[in-house]
């Protein structure tokens, strides 16, 4: 039955606001709601390409689907007439954090496109404390991957992620999920077997009934996927009937949830993996596309009960809360079995088996390296590679389909050039976090790493392993024990004599010369410096130059101060720009006001959690960094920035 306001769309949002309490209605009309109309998720679904074969995988064709538009534009005039102050947003605001953090919730409808930044960007916008609501398929492609006419769409075959473990790229942690499938369902039945999460709660109460029923009379695809253990994601509806599927052995009745309430940082999301907006009826004049109008799917039932639910996951995800689910990246590398030997050949060959884990919270993607160093930390012969493309963070072995990892062990060997020369060498083996196919210094780099020594006595055939040693003056006891050792075996920190000298102080040279190993940068002899205390050739110059070309440290009044003491403020800014750091938070450090030259900076290592400030609320901005401070800080940033 249509609405009786057909023609009188003013008037009836007028009225539904009117039936709100005061403190309903000033409350939706003080909350700041974007949705996405994404262009090029439009300019996807009109397009058509052939199906095939590429590297033995069959391409399904790519036919024309029906408009994305329309589904924003249904979600846009739906929350618009339940009240919510709605406003349009595009793609190009998805390119800048500080325009996504003036929102309190972000609806994705169909949304398939975003590149690797954009998602990154909302990632970071979900985890300082902002609300989404992803409809769907949520950006599983990117544009400029666009297939030219008359080419396959290679885009089901995740070529750029490689797992389904990072389904959805570096997004894929908000979710707290591994996708399983798209699954075709024929005369579905979706409603709620939860009845205690206070959507549920909220929706049930308003229809005045325990449960909800949105169904289909037809066959249409769904997305399934499935929360990994210990995490934050929360079926509220299931696929509760259904009288045909193609993947009957993947597929089972109120198993899989056809929404998920989720919790990620400071923010919450509510993920909808089936069209839900097919079932919704809006009978508005507007801009509809393919001569459609707003309203429901002939095929579909249960506009109301699809409305109220909608209302009240986005009063969830934008409601004052005090939740925070922290970002744990915790892996955990080790090897056995090291041996090192003279072959028949004549060739030194060292072989060993190594495992990775994921202990943490969220996915993990990288490449595992082994190198074998000599005394002036120098690569002695080819090493040894493994792209990972997915460690899920879950433990369960009893998965959908047993796709998903958390942990990767492998043997390998190592044949070295020539006969090894006598001598004591570094085995040392990383794990280098990201996509394989991303190569900026903010986007790959190791994250954690082992390391023994190697040593082979002159005309010995066999060689002695053993643990590497660690500086004498940093106890177990010590609060940065484990950030100091993971960044001497990451070759990021060195130590003097055996000792580590934890409260020295830093200088500002030693602090950029820490930050670009960490990022892998070598210092370059083409960068040049224009500072009045520094010149080519003087010691550290090449460091300090190529240090300023990466914005991690700056002059001070025409000088590099490269030995003066590093300070705290001058840390967050070598960190926010070596890494490109993004992080929006409301921070209460009373000697850090907005004016101050470094507050965004500082703002974002709190936002990341890299920094918590001191009791008193103070940030001690021009107080000096130990080095043990700075490890700590390095290490945080290593592993807050994951990607």
């Known amino acids: 039955m249509k609405k009786l306001c057909v023609s ?11 039936s709100l309490s005061p403190s309903e209605a000033e409350a939706k009309a003080a909350q700041k709601i974007g949705v996405v109309f994404s262009e090029s998720s439009e300019k996807y679904a009109n397009t058509t390409h052939p199906g095939g ?58 949304t398939v496109m975003m590149n690797h930044q954009q998602r990154e960007n909302v990632k970071m916008y979900i985890r300082n404390g902002g609300g989404a609501i992803f409809a769907f398929q949520t950006a599983r492609n990117e544009s400029a991957k666009f297939p030219k006419s008359g080419q396959m769409d290679l885009s089901p075959l995740i070529y750029d992620v490689n797992s389904w473990v990072m389904e959805w790229d570096n997004l894929t942690e908000v979710f707290h999920s591994r996708f399983i499938d798209d699954i075709m369902l024929g005369n579905s039945t979706i409603s709620n077997l939860n009845t205690i999460h206070p959507i549920i709660q909220n929706t049930t109460k308003e229809l005045g009934k325990s449960k909800l029923s949105l169904t289909k009379t037809d066959t249409d695809w769904v997305e399934v996927i499935k929360p990994w253990q210990g995490g934050s994601a929360t079926p509220i509806l299931y696929f509760s009937d259904y009288s045909s599927t193609d993947k009957p052995k993947t597929m089972k009745k109120n198993e899989f949830g056809a929404a998920h309430a989720i919790e990620y940082g400071k923010g919450r999301v509510v993920q909808i993996g089936f069209k839900i907006y097919d079932y919704i009826d809006i009978d508005t004049k507007a801009e509809w596309q393919d001569n459609e109008n707003g309203a429901a799917y002939s095929t579909t039932h249960g506009d109301k009960d699809a409305q109220v639910f909608m209302k009240h996951a986005l009063n969830w995800v934008t409601e004052n809360h005090n939740g925070f689910v922290p970002r744990r990246y915790n892996l955990s590398l080790y090897s056995d079995s090291v041996q090192g030997y003279v072959a028949p050949s004549g060739k030194f060959v060292f072989y060993s088996t190594v495992t990775i884990k994921n202990n943490g919270n969220v996915p993990a993607r990288g490449t595992l390296q082994v190198e074998i160093l000599d005394a002036n930390d120098k690569v002695v012969g080819k ?104 960044l001497q075996a990451l070759g990021i920190v060195k130590g003097s004599n055996g000792k580590f000298n934890p409260q020295g102080t830093l200088t500002r040279l030693q602090a950029t010369e820490m930050i670009l190993r960490a990022l892998n940068i070598p210092a370059s002899s083409s960068a040049a410096l224009n500072a009045q205390d520094s010149k080519a050739g003087d010691y550290g110059y090449a460091v300090l130059a190529t240090g300023a070309r990466y914005g991690i440290i700056a002059l001070e009044d025409g000088k590099i101060n490269a030995h003066q003491p590093m300070t705290r403020a001058a840390m967050a800014r070598a960190l926010v720009n070596g890494f490109k750091l993004q992080g929006i938070a409301e921070i209460t450090f009373s000697d850090v006001p907005n004016s101050h030259a470094y507050f965004k900076e500082i703002k974002a290592l709190y936002a990341l959690g890299i920094t918590t400030g001191y009791a008193d609320h103070t940030f001690k901005p021009n107080a000096t960094v130990t080095r043990q401070n700075f490890a700590q800080f390095i290490n945080r940033t290593l592993y807050a920035n994951s990607k």
């Not at 009188?8 to 009117?18: G, N």
């Not at 739906?78 to 793609?91: A, N």
């Not at 210094?441 to 066999?462: F, H, P, Q, V």
């Not at 004498?472 to 050792?485: F, H, L, T």
Request: aromatic share 12%; charged share 25%.
């Open 383 to 486: 090493g040894h590679e493994r792209y990972i493309p997915g460690l899920a963070a879950d433990a369960t072995t009893n998965n959908a389909d047993q796709k998903d990892i958390s942990t990767h062990t492998e043997k390998y060997q190592i044949f070295m050039p020539g006969n090894l020369a006598a001598g004591t060498y570094t085995i040392r083996t990383s794990f280098i976090e990201g996509r394989d196919d991303r190569k900026n210094a903010d986007e790959k780099y190791a994250t954690i790493a082992e390391i023994k020594t190697l040593t082979r006595a002159k005309g010995s055939n066999k060689a002695t392993i053993a643990a590497a040693p660690f500086f004498q003056d940093v106890a177990k006891s010590n609060g940065a024990y484990d950030d100091i050792k993971n």
């Open 53 to 110: 074969t590429y590297k033995g995988q069959a391409v399904s064709p790519k036919v024309d689907y029906s408009s994305t538009y329309n589904k924003e534009l249904k979600a846009f005039l739906l929350y618009q007439q339940q009240g919510f102050h709605v406003e349009k947003i595009y793609e190009k605001d998805l390119n800048n954090l500080e325009n996504l953090s003036q929102y309190d919730a972000i609806v994705f409808a169909y």
């Open 8 to 18: 009188f769309f003013l008037l009836c949002t007028f009225i539904v606001i009117a």
